[in-house]
C-alpha cells in the first residue's frame, strides 16, 4: 500500500468519512488513531480494528483530549506522520433570518468550536510529532469551504476559517510539515448539527436525499464516504506528492464548473 509503516491520526474516525478514512487508510498499510465523542463508534473500532486501531473516546474542543489522542496513537505505534481533522457538525442549511436571535451567539459558539477551534488543537497537539517525523496535516473541508448554499452562515463561516487555517499553517510548518486539504461536497454519513439549534439528532440525509444531492452535481451521482479517500491517500503518502502543500482539492464532483444553464454540459451524451 501507498501508506506501509505510516501512522496516522483522524478526528470523527466513527463514522461516515473518518470511518472511511480509517479502512482506506489500514487498506493502504497504516495503523490509526482516532479522536471521537462517540463511545459507541470507539467500541465499535476498537471491536473491528483491534490490532491497527487505537480509538480515544474525546471531544476535539478539549485540548487535553486531543494531547490524550495523539500521546495515545505515539504510544501505541511509535510515531505519528499524520493527522486528519475531519470532526465536524453541520448546520443543516440554518438561514440567518430563520435561526433564532436567542440560540444565535450559542449555536456560533457550538459549531465554530467543533469545526474551527477543533482543527486548531488537533493540529496544536499533533504538530510537535510530525514536525519530528516530517509528517503532513490534512484538514477535512467542503464545498461550503469555496461556495454559498451548502449549509447556512455558521457552517459556511466555518469552513471559510479552515481554508485560513491551511494557508497559516502550511505556512507557519514548512519546510518541515506539509499542510494541505481535501473539499467533499454531499454525502450520507452520521453528520449532525449543534445542540444549540437543537440538532444533535438530526442527520444529513433528514434533510437532503440521495437524488437532490446527486441531481446538482455535474458528475450526477450520489458519492459514497469511500469515494473521497483517494484524495487524503494521495496528500499523506510519502512519494507524488513533495511539491504540496496548502492545496485544497475540490472532491466535489465538478460543483465548481456547474452551469448556468445546465448542471452539466454533456448531460445528453
Ligand atoms: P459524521 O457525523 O458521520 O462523522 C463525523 C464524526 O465526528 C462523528 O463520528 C461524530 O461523532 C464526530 N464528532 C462530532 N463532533 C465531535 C467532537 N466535538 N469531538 C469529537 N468527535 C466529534 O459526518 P461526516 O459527514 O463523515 O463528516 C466528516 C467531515 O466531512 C466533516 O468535516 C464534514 O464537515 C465534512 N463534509 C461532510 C459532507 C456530507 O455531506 N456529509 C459534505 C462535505 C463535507
Redesign the pocket.
Given at each position: 500500500g501507498a501508506l506501509e509503516g505510516q501512522v496516522a491520526l483522524i478526528?470523527?474516525g466513527?463514522?461516515?468519512?473518518?470511518r472511511a478514512l480509517v479502512e482506506r487508510f489500514i487498506a493502504e498499510g497504516a495503523r490509526v488513531g482516532v479522536?471521537?465523542?462517540?463511545a459507541e463508534?470507539v467500541a465499535q473500532l476498537a471491536a473491528d480494528f483491534p490490532q491497527q486501531v487505537v480509538a480515544v473516546t474525546?471531544?476535539?474542543?478539549s485540548m487535553a483530549d486531543n494531547d490524550t489522542a495523539v500521546g495515545e496513537t505515539v504510544a501505541r505505534f511509535g510515531r505519528l506522520d499524520c493527522f486528519i481533522g475531519?470532526?465536524?457538525?453541520?448546520d443543516h442549511g440554518a438561514s440567518l433570518l430563520d435561526i433564532p436571535s436567542e440560540r444565535l451567539p450559542d449555536a456560533f459558539d457550538e459549531l465554530f468550536a467543533?469545526?474551527v477551534k477543533?482543527y486548531l488543537l488537533g493540529a496544536k497537539a499533533a504538530a510537535p510529532a510530525l514536525v519530528k517525523s516530517e509528517g503532513s496535516l490534512i484538514f477535512?473541508?467542503?464545498?461550503?469551504a469555496f461556495y454559498p448554499g451548502g449549509g447556512g452562515p455558521l457552517y459556511t463561516a466555518s469552513?471559510h476559517a479552515a481554508v485560513g487555517l491551511v494557508r497559516q499553517l502550511a505556512y507557519e510548518l514548512a519546510p518541515k510539515v506539509r499542510v494541505n486539504a481535501v473539499a467533499?461536497?454531499?454525502?450520507a454519513?452520521?453528520?449532525?448539527g449543534p445542540q444549540a439549534l437543537g440538532q444533535q439528532d438530526t442527520r444529513?440525509m433528514d434533510s437532503r436525499s440521495p437524488d437532490a444531492i446527486r441531481a446538482i452535481l455535474p458528475l450526477q451521482f450520489f458519492p459514497e464516504?469511500k469515494d473521497f479517500t483517494g484524495p487524503y491517500v494521495l496528500l499523506a503518502a510519502r512519494g507524488d506528492n513533495r511539491t504540496l502543500s496548502g492545496v485544497m482539492i475540490n472532491a466535489d464532483c465538478g460543483l465548481g464548473i456547474r452551469g448556468i444553464r445546465h448542471v452539466a454540459g454533456g448531460l445528453n451524451l
Open positions: 478526528t470523527g466513527g463514522s461516515g468519512l473518518g479522536l471521537e465523542r462517540s463508534k474525546g471531544d476535539v474542543r475531519n470532526a465536524a457538525v453541520w467543533i469545526n477543533g477535512t473541508l467542503s464545498n461550503s469552513k467533499p461536497s454531499g454525502m454519513s452520521d453528520l449532525r444529513i464516504p
